[in-house]
C-alpha cells in the first residue's frame, strides 16, 4: 500500500470517527458511556494525527511525547467535567 493510500485511509476513518461522534452528540442521550466513547475516540485521533498528518511518528521523542500527551489530557479532562460538573463549575467561577 502505497504511503498516499494509507494516509487516505487514515483520513477516511478520521471523518467516519468525526461524523460518529457528531450523530451521538446530536442524540438526547448522555451517560459516562458516551462520554467516554467520545473521549476515546478525541484521543485516538489525536494520536493519529500527530502520527501521520503532522509527521512526528520518527520525530524527536520529546516533542512527541509532549503532543501525545495533550492528548490525554483533554479526553481526562472531558470525563473529569461530566463526571464532577459541580466541583468545576465551582473552580472556575470568578466571584
Known amino acids: 500500500m502505497t504511503k498516499d493510500k494509507k494516509l487516505n485511509i487514515i483520513w477516511l476513518l478520521l471523518m467516519a470517527i468525526t461524523v460518529m461522534n457528531a450523530m ?6 448522555t451517560g459516562i458511556a458516551i462520554t467516554l466513547l467520545i473521549a476515546v475516540s478525541v484521543g485516538f485521533k489525536g494520536h493519529m494525527v500527530v502520527d501521520h498528518f503532522m509527521g512526528l ?12 500527551a495533550y492528548f490525554y489530557v483533554i479526553p481526562s479532562m472531558m470525563v473529569i467535567v461530566y463526571v464532577f460538573p459541580e466541583i468545576i463549575a465551582q473552580l472556575t467561577r470568578l466571584t
Open 57 to 68: 511518528k520518527g520525530s524527536n521523542r520529546y516533542l512527541r511525547s509532549l503532543m501525545n
Open 24 to 29: 451521538i452528540a446530536e442524540s438526547a442521550n
